[in-house]
């Protein structure tokens, strides 16, 4: 099935508003999250690519958010990250991957609250910025997330992580970035291939990093 541009971006947004106007009962909420994307939910993971300009470490990014200072998020408060979080009973919006890799206890670095693998200019293709390593793109994220994987069967068991993993949410908001760099002039792609040939593309290479996920 094909889908247009305005279809996709429909989709996404209608999916948000579902999410995030459903309620969720206590025998619902889940134990942990799982985030993937670009700057629509990164809560700082740029800030630990040292050679990135793609950063909101800076005023006034971050005037509304506790403790009024910039965070990595692209927003003057929480981002759509955050307020997931709390619709599905977390007391935060997940941690940032690369934050934690600077922690001494490794082993149990990762909470099992859930991780935040998204990076602001990402695709789900690696464009031009993450090869300059101005962003993380999706491939790489879904990497990121096996060794959270792997660490949580580690603590857990195998049975135990499938379960917890089984009852978590994966946030997945990527794609944005892919088409403005379709239609950037001058785009290779653009030359190459039709808007819906270039969609039906992203959709295919979505669906390859969804099933390594699960």
Do not use: W
């Not at 700082?44 to 403790?67: C, E, M, Q, R, T």
């Not at 857990?156 to 002039?185: C, E, M, R, W, Y």
């Not at 291939?193 to 390594?212: G, R, S, Y």
Request: overall charge neutral.
């Amino acid at each position: 099935m094909a889908y247009s541009v305005s279809q996709m971006t429909f989709f996404f947004f209608f999916s948000l508003l579902l999410l995030i106007s459903f309620s969720f009962s206590e025998a619902q909420k889940v134990p942990a999250m799982y985030v993937f994307g670009d700057s629509l939910v990164d809560v700082g993971n740029n800030n630990y690519l040292k050679i990135s300009l793609v950063k909101a470490d800076f005023p006034h990014n971050g005037v509304d958010f506790p403790g009024k200072k910039s965070t990595g998020r692209f927003s003057n408060g929480k981002n759509a990250a955050d307020f997931i979080a709390e619709k599905v009973g977390l007391v935060t919006s997940p941690p940032p991957y690369l934050s934690l890799l600077s922690k001494s206890d490794k082993g149990n670095a990762f909470p099992i609250t859930g991780v935040s693998f998204a990076s602001a200019g990402a695709g789900i293709f690696n464009g031009r910025d993450e090869l300059l390593r101005q962003s993380i793109p999706l491939t790489e994220q879904v990497e990121h997330y096996t060794k959270v994987y792997e660490n949580l069967v580690q603590k857990l068991g195998s049975a135990a992580a499938q379960d917890h993993l089984s009852k978590s949410l994966f946030t997945v908001v990527i794609g944005s970035n892919d088409v403005l760099g379709f239609f950037n002039p001058g785009s290779d792609q653009a030359k190459k291939t039709t808007p819906q040939q270039f969609i039906d593309i992203m959709i295919l290479a979505l669906k390859i990093a969804l099933k390594v996920i699960n």
